[in-house]
């Protein structure tokens, strides 16, 4: 019997969205109006047809049945979660008449909150920030993941720009630095792989005993913090047994003579006592950096959430300049690539910041929520904040010092709307949540920062229950507070297809296959360049004076008397099936990770009377957090792995590893320091 029509299968091509370098190109199946699908482009270069374990379960999400398929309404205390179903007219006319009275008397009293929920231009910062900019409301700096290795890359090369991912296959020695690609970046693991097989060395530069660092060569175990203290170290051994490119430096490296004086300040032994290293395994590295070609870094970003990441960033950024490893394609470095869609994106015409007009509205940091909803009207602040509008993100469990984020939005005077998928610990907060839709149902067009294709997003099938693109619900929104722009009567569809400039992207391309390479040279740096205005990298930074290492703030050396009380440097890396709090309530994601865990050394734990699968206490001066201890060798001694982010609702007591973290910002970049905390574990 032939297949009818309606039970035929089809492919629509799709991007993945989620705050992750890869930024994979997907193929969905789609049958009878239902994904049945989600794999991996075949044909796309960097994807090749693979997907991580969370991302192949996507259709999973989509069909969650704790999906919120309708407009709520609270009707309990806030964080309760108590609400009830309301039609869309009345959910968005209420919420515009409140923001319309509130925007009235202070626009900047209203604060939209989001992040990287999803990586696209048209569901994350197209509509919502011409809807925000027309209000007038406050400005959000968008700061909790990147902001000090990003800011650091742009003081040092020009712009957050680096090497090909592809291009790791051909190097010979490779730093996986701050990074657990495992977990966070399974194609560069690919090739990084590859490489591997090929005879390059892999050495994991890493406090934790990841996933990764038990597959590489060598495994560097330094200090929570320390990193910038190693590429010191580093240089020094480099310039003493002249390991250096001198014609790269002189032509291409502006001042690069103060970058020597500071190296020298830094021998081995020096930088190995800093870093909780031996002097043989700061030696060791020079020499193997300093004499193997091609050399690349993989560096990541948890190396700089850290009061010194920004520094740490600047002087690793350094290392491939010093020895010219930029002149071949295989050789530099990668952080994040986002900096070569500068001139393709269209971003004043997405967000249309024009319509600001003469108003410019104060900035409010991201990372310190937790201290401005707590804030009165004061001078320097501005007014007390009124509503926040949430989307793309959950504040509630991932920003630091959640205790007060939470007391933040417990605020009965706060009016609180958030755009959602489920029912967060942000949402339990809210007075509306609104139901989204996911990446499988709507439009969008994405950069990346892990790779240098343009993506183009396809909805597979029509929006579940009653769900509306972000877009569409601050088109709705804008209708009803009166905003008559022709800019907001753009549909999803235009806005994807106008997101990048024509001369930048291949339209034709990017229509027929959902992806077009940037025109970016292999080797993009191999005789300067950089871009920066005289197209050299800089050692100063912008009036930010010669780098050097920068102590945490909390740390055994730099706050003894705190260490004293709380002798345990804690860092937060990503549960290996989280992506922050994303995928937390799928079930089988869930199930994988079992239970909030710490991971503890065998001799920290024996000093505490603490056993595997133990019960502990996790606390501080900021609050306590209980999990289930994992006696390992993954922890170093003196430094506890706290696995996150679960929801706060789904931990041991209603709380999770934000409960420690800090508001303290970085040295550059206006970032979290989450991993510059200091602890104490007991049996609870």
């Keep these: 019997m032939p297949i009818s029509p309606s039970q035929q299968s089809h492919v629509v091509q799709a991007v993945c969205p989620h705050d992750c370098p890869d930024t994979c190109a997907l193929h969905v199946t789609v049958q009878a109006g239902r994904v049945i699908r989600v794999a991996g482009d075949p044909d796309h270069p960097p994807t090749h047809g693979a997907l991580c374990t969370k991302v192949s379960r996507y259709a999973e999400r989509s069909y969650h049945p704790d999906r919120v398929l309708t407009p709520l309404k609270r009707v309990g205390k806030k964080g309760e979660g108590r609400f009830e179903a309301v039609s869309w007219d009345e959910a968005l006319d209420d919420i515009a008449t409140r923001l319309k009275a509130i925007a009235a008397r202070e626009p900047e009293a209203v604060l939209p909150y989001s992040y990287a929920g999803t990586m696209g231009m048209v569901q994350g910062d197209g509509m919502s920030a011409r809807f925000f900019h027309r209000m007038g409301a406050s400005l959000l700096d968008r700061t909790i993941c990147s902001m000090a290795g990003g800011d650091a890359l742009v003081h040092t090369y020009g712009a957050k720009v680096g090497m090909h991912v592809e291009q790791f296959v051909h190097s010979r020695l490779i730093l996986i630095w701050g990074s657990n690609p495992i977990t966070s970046s399974v194609h560069f693991w690919t090739f990084a792989q590859q490489a591997k097989r090929a005879g390059a060395r892999l050495v994991c530069i890493d406090p934790r005993r990841t996933e990764t660092a038990e597959k590489c060569h060598q495994h560097i175990a330094l200090l929570p913090g320390t990193d910038g203290a190693l590429a010191l170290g580093l240089m020094h051994e480099l310039v003493v047994n002249d390991w250096l490119d ?64 920004g520094s740490a960033t600047r ?163 804008a209708a009803r507070m009166g905003y008559t722009d022709a800019c907001f009567a753009d549909s999803d569809e235009t806005l994807a297809r106008g997101a990048f400039e024509p001369e930048q992207v291949d339209a034709d391309e990017l229509q027929a296959r ?9 080797a993009p740096f191999a005789d300067g360049g950089f871009p920066t205005p005289d197209s050299k990298v800089r050692v100063e930074g912008q009036g930010l004076g010669v780098p050097d290492h920068v102590p945490n703030y909390e740390s055994v050396l730099s706050s003894p008397e705190l260490a004293a009380r709380f002798p345990l440097a ?97 040295d550059i970049g206006r970032a979290p320091s989450f991993y510059d905390c200091l602890v104490e574990v007991q049996v609870a």
């Design 246 to 309: 001198h014609d790269y430096l002189q032509r291409h490296v502006d001042n690069w003579p103060a970058l020597r004086e500071r190296a020298l300040q830094w021998p081995p032994e020096r930088a190995a006592a800093v870093c909780g290293l031996s002097v043989a395994e700061v030696q060791a590295l020079a020499r193997e950096y300093g004499n193997t070609r091609p050399a690349a870094i993989r560096l990541n970003y948890g190396m700089q959430r850290v009061r010194g990441g």
């Design 570 to 666: 804690m860092i937060s890396p990503p549960a290996r099936h989280f992506l922050n709090s994303s995928f937390v309530n799928v079930d089988s994601l869930r199930a994988a990770e079992k239970e909030p865990r710490l991971e503890m050394h065998t001799s920290d734990a024996a000093a505490r009377g603490i056993t595997r699968g133990a019960t502990v206490r996790v606390f501080n001066e900021r609050g306590e957090y209980l999990c289930k201890a994992d006696v390992c060798e993954r922890a170093r001694p003196g430094v506890v792995n706290g696995l996150g982010i679960w929801w706060r609702k789904l931990g041991l007591n209603g709380s999770n590893v934000n409960q420690l973290t800090h508001q303290r910002l970085t």
């Design 315 to 477: 002087l690793i950024a350094m290392l491939p300049c010093l020895v010219g490893a930029w002149r071949q394609p295989a050789g530099g470095l990668l952080l994040s690539a986002s900096g070569w869609f500068r001139q393709a994106r269209r971003d004043a015409w997405m967000q249309r910041p024009d319509l600001l007009g003469q108003r410019r509205p104060r900035t409010l940091n991201m990372s310190t929520i937790g201290d401005d909803l707590n804030r009165e009207t004061s001078r320097g602040f501005g007014p007390k904040i009124e509503a926040v509008v949430v989307y793309n993100s959950n504040p509630v469990a991932v920003a630091p010092d959640s205790a007060r984020v939470v007391r933040g939005f417990a605020r009965e005077d706060l009016f609180t709307v958030v755009l959602e998928h489920f029912l967060t610990d942000t949402a339990d907060h809210a007075d509306y949540v609104l139901p989204a839709t996911t990446q499988l149902e709507h439009w969008d067009a994405h950069t990346t920062y892990g790779h240098t294709y343009a993506m183009l997003n396809r909805p597979a099938i029509a929006p579940v229950g009653q769900a509306r693109s972000n877009a569409q619900i601050f088109r709705d929104l």
């Design 514 to 522: 959902g992806w077009s390479r940037l025109k970016v040279a292999e």
